[in-house]
């Protein structure tokens, strides 16, 4: 609750900037060729310290990513494991995934996944109450959590490999005979009611809410969100139901890495999955029906001096064969942090903002929208909005720089090795390709990553830009004071609404508890 | 690095843990090989040797934070930061000599533009303005000197190459490029691929050695957008600035690190080059650098490119300010867009302090699902959702901080005494061994899960370095383990009393956004969990015609009973309606 203390300020915006720069989502390595430092800086040495830092000469770094079919095992008892033994550390993490997700949970019964998911470790098994089973956990210093999101469940171990087989059994023992105990059932339930209750509190969460309604519709899966209704027609009865339908071996993935050797680690994964005690259903296939805003300006008004602005655009499926060039063109647009165009421009030329990006990555399951968004204060949001849409205009009439071009694909190829720092790390790499289904149709996905990316133009990037942004479908969203914003700022003066195509919609806000619009005559 | 603590990174502790008792890892410390080297210029460089990625991740930390500050620049030392990414005489410009004249040039227009917002301000004090802060308050001789200010950028940015020390590191493989201000240190770091150490020296060695503050003016509007979002815009972010400032007093660490707005907004170019000069000098700054590299090749670089800054003329003045032993217990009484909730600070003892190992221990003890406070708060007398507490060891002062959020139908006040409760305990009985020996055994095992890789290593010495001194991270570990129960309960006596502590009580501040309320806060706490279940078989109940029977029931017998009784009726009918309503749809 309170994070001034342990809080620090920052350059940028790291949770912002993460999703779209590879720099951060690509994490580390397995083979590699260490440089030859020595040489260099001997080389080095004899030579003035140069002007610029082109002038500077590198050893060559040899990288090539970790190769999944190294890993992969299929275990006997069903699921298939990815085992990357790791004896640095004296730590072991498993974590295992689940197919299953919110989209499964029922009309009325909002919120059902989140409660069993969590409730699954924390409410107890079979021979512990969910108390003993913490002070278990605790004494090992061993963490065991489970939970399920939008699209997937997990449960995951963590702990020193000397306690591997205890851990092992609670796993088992969460996994297959949970308690779902009453009382941690109320008290989940009260704390997400409170929750609940501050969803108008901060107008990112406003923001947030309100852009994956006009992004894929009300009435898509996503947008179904719990109510107090909702959480309420949750009985203990329908989490053991939950249980049982969907946590079986055949719904599940391993991801296995730390301190074991690999073939004992596999024998005792296909001890954990055997022999399971009840039979399941397969998870259904994720939903994709979802229905993209029409064009225009929508407005919540919040009395906050900030407004935060959603720019959005329909967005792509993963499989589309523009996935690169859009990668590289979001790069520079937006995706780039201080090297990219709405960066330089909203940021650094005019301090409008503090944070100021753009993300477009291709779904897994639906198409994901493009995404540009901001915050300035309400008399200058308009103008930055004004920006942002200019460069999205511009990127999709001149081809880009041969340098912006070559910074792009030099970020994404010089940082593949960040995606596997760590053996936790190139698990979870594994266990996506896996997961998502990519694996089973292009297994060299990462190994011809860097080649794909090098093969893309400023051809390409022009070609993809005027094709997915469509300044006609953009529709905006604004959270702030309504009034102050659309007054603007005299030294920049901007018709908003006409920007927009002129149509403007008044979101209202929603009734924390049951989501149907408040009345907000008052204001 | 010496081969023998290159070992004790990789050891292979199997056959050492077998030797433990089950009791746990008692003593079992993990340590980060740094070897420390001091540069001619007094520069501190910190090495970790780690060949585990092909990766080196490099930073520094500065030994200035907002508490170096004074009232009138307060935030210069988080603006600096951000100017720290502008480049130098090489990067960001085409025509260096044409930059610097532009920059002179925009600052003796900035000179009058100040004292022209010195009016705003004087006539704001009058009454003449309602905000000084809006566009319309502006003089208008400040508006034609904007022009011609607007008139120089236009100029600059002819020869401006924009960010170009962000690009020439994103198209080296440069990552995670970030840096941070607190109220003790700031910080810089980044990762490169391992082939790129030199870059790496090149580029953080020029920015110290020859940085160019420009576009000062634009930066200093992006710090105040940062305070609008993280500050004025959010729930709690005025409040938790107004509580610092109330419980620090006259200290340094009662002004916030992003500055007061008046202060933001005139801060000039001048103040930041006389704090470059002082704070940024290379004995006020430790370079630290963890990853594949040889150390001794890396020492040999590190002083080629570090040495040819010259050591500062003037030294860090001497830090000062105690603080002020509190007389009396503060209390700020908040309404807020947030759930009820209470926040306790209590003045407690600062880094390295012996007594931040008790504390610390004790913060651990109140905390996590299996803590004291979680126990009797949330799961025992059920008065909190969640609860928490903590040491937080700054460099110059340290606090205690506890925080609860109410559970529906309870005060920040109950949770309030509820905590005071817990506290006591502790003061009264010595902490059992178990439940002493199951916390360290969290710490000892967190020695290793801090080692994962070379960023997060990194940003820890950037961390306890900053603090005062880097040693902490492989000393704090033995002294954790060494704690006592009759520490813990000493600690719990000597910090805990109601004359240091300052409490911020939060309850919502009711408006169009909360809602129709149609839940369970009319209820007595006893009709609550009655009432969930209740409501729970309503939901799970599809068919009309059961549910219109209930109602009749529910509705004859409305008339029964005294007012707690009716206002439970009232709910469930409420709700029988609504599911029928619902059903009928």
Known sequence: ????????????????????????????????????????????????????????????????????RVSRVVLKAGPVAYVVPDRELPLVNIVVHVRVGEYVDPQGKEGLSGLAGHLLVRGGSASKSAEELEER????????????????????????????????????????????????????????????????????????????????????????????????????????????????????????????????????????????????????????????????????????????????LPGILRTSPDN??????????????????????????????????????????????????????????????????EEMKRIAQEPVGDEELETAKRAFIDNLPRRFTTKANVADAFIDEEFTGRFAKEPDFWKNYRTKIQAITKEDVLRVAKKYLDPKRVAVLVVGQKAEILKGNPEHPVDFPALLGGRVVDLPLRDPLTLKPLNVENK | MSALTRLILCLRSAAFLASLSVGGLSGLAQQVPVTEHILSNGMKLLLVERHDEPTISGGWVAHVGSAN??????????????????????????????????????????????????????????????????????????????????????????????????????????????????????????????????????????????????????????????????????????????FEALFWESHPYGWPTLGTPSDISSISKADADAFFATYYAPQNITVILVGDFSTPEAVAMSKRYFERIPRGVNEVPPFIPLVNPQPAEKRMIAEADANPQVDIYWHTVPFRHKDSYPLTVLGQLLSTRTGRLYKKLVLGSAVATETEGGQYSRRWGGVFNITGEAREGHTPR????????????????????????????????????????????????????????????????????????????????????????????????????????????????DQRPVMMKIASQIQSETSVEKLKQTLQAVEQRMSEGDAKRKVFMGLYRKRLQNRIAELQK
């Open chain 1, 137 to 312: 956990l605790a004494f090992l210093a061993a963490s065991l959590n489970s939970s399920v999101h939008e699209s997937k469940g997990t449960i995951s171990l963590n702990l020193l490999s000397k306690d591997l087989d205890e851990g092992l059994a609670l796993l088992r023992e969460a996994l297959t005979a949970p308690r779902f105990q009453q009382d941690k059932l109320d008290l989940l339930r009260q704390q997400q009611l409170q929750a609940m209750k501050q969803r108008n509190d901060d107008s990112s969460d406003i923001e947030d809410r309100e852009r994956e309604a006009l992004s894929y519709g009300e009435k898509f899966w996503l947008n179904r969100l719990d109510t107090q209704a909702s959480i309420e027609a949750v009985t203990r009865d329908d989490l053991a139901a939950y249980h049982k339908r969907w946590f079986h071996p055949a719904n599940f993935l391993v991801a296995a890495s730390g301190d074991f050797d690999r073939d004992a680690m596999v024998a005792k994964l296909e001890t954990l999955f055997t022999a399971w005690p009840f039979q399941g259903e397969a998870g259904p296939a994720v939903p994709a029906d979802l229905e993209f805003a029409a064009p225009g300006l929508y407005i919540v008004d919040k009395d906050v001096n900030q407004g935060r602005v959603a720019v959005l």
């Open chain 2, 414 to 525: 109950e949770v309030e005494e509820g905590i005071y409760g817990v506290l006591e305990d502790l003061k009264k009985e010595e902490v059992p061994a178990a439940e002493l020996q199951k916390v360290k055994n969290n710490f000892a095992a967190g020695e290793y899960r801090r080692l994962s890789s070379n960023f997060p290593i990194l940003r820890q010495v950037i961390q306890v370095e900053g603090l005062g001194d880097w040693r902490e991270i492989n000393e704090a570990g033995a002294r954790i383990q060494a704690v006592t129960a009759a520490d813990v309960r000493r600690v719990a006596e000597t910090y805990f009393k109601k004359e240091t502590r300052a409490v911020g009580t939060y309850t919502r501040k009711e408006g169009p956004a909360t809602g129709a309320n149609d839940d369970l806060a009319g209820l007595a706490p």
């Open chain 2, 69 to 242: 500050e004074r009232p009138g620049i307060t935030g210069i030392a988080h603006l600096f930061e951000h100017m720290m990414f502008k480049g130098t005489p090489t990067l960001g410009t085409k025509d260096y000599p044409k930059d610097l004249e532009i920059i002179a040039a925009q600052e003796k227009l900035r000179d009058e533009m100040r004292r022209e917002d010195d009016k705003v301000r004087a006539a704001f004090r009058r009454g003449e303005v309602a905000d000084p802060m809006k566009p319309e308050s502006k003089t208008a001789r400040y508006r034609e000197l904007e022009t011609q200010f607007k008139g120089l950028i236009e100029e600059q940015r002819k020869i401006l190459v924009k960010n170009e020390f962000d690009r020439v590191y994103t198209s080296g493989g440069g990552s995670m490029m970030n840096a941070f201000t607190s109220v003790d240190m700031t910080g810089y770091f980044i990762t490169v691929p391992a082939n790129k150490l030199e870059l790496w020296l090149w580029m953080e060695s020029e920015r110290l050695l020859r940085p160019v503050f420009r576009e000062f003016y634009a930066e200093r509007d992006v710090v105040y957008e940062e305070r609008r979002m993280r500050t004025e815009s959010s729930p709690l972010g005025k409040f938790a600035e107004s």
């Open chain 1, 324 to 389: 690169y060039a859009i990668a590289l063109m979001n790069m520079i647009l937006g995706g780039g942090g201080f090297t990219s165009r709405i960066m330089n421009r909203v940021r650094s030329d005019e301090g409008l903002a503090y944070s100021a990006f753009s993300m477009f990555r291709g779904g897994v399951y639906y198409p994901t929208p493009f995404h540009a968004g901001f915050q300035s204060k309400s008399r200058t949001v308009a103008y930055a909005t004004s920006i942002v849409l």
């Open chain 1, 1 to 68: 609750m309170n994070h001034r203390l342990h809080s620090y300020l920052f350059l940028m915006n790291a949770r912002i900037s993460s999703p779209c720069r590879p720099a951060v989502w690509l994490r580390r390595s397995l083979q590699w060729i260490a440089p030859g430092l020595v040489a260099i800086a001997a080389v080095a040495a004899e030579l003035p310290i140069p002007d610029r830092p082109e002038k500077l000469t590198f050893a060559p770094l040899n990288y090539e990513p970790p190769d999944p």
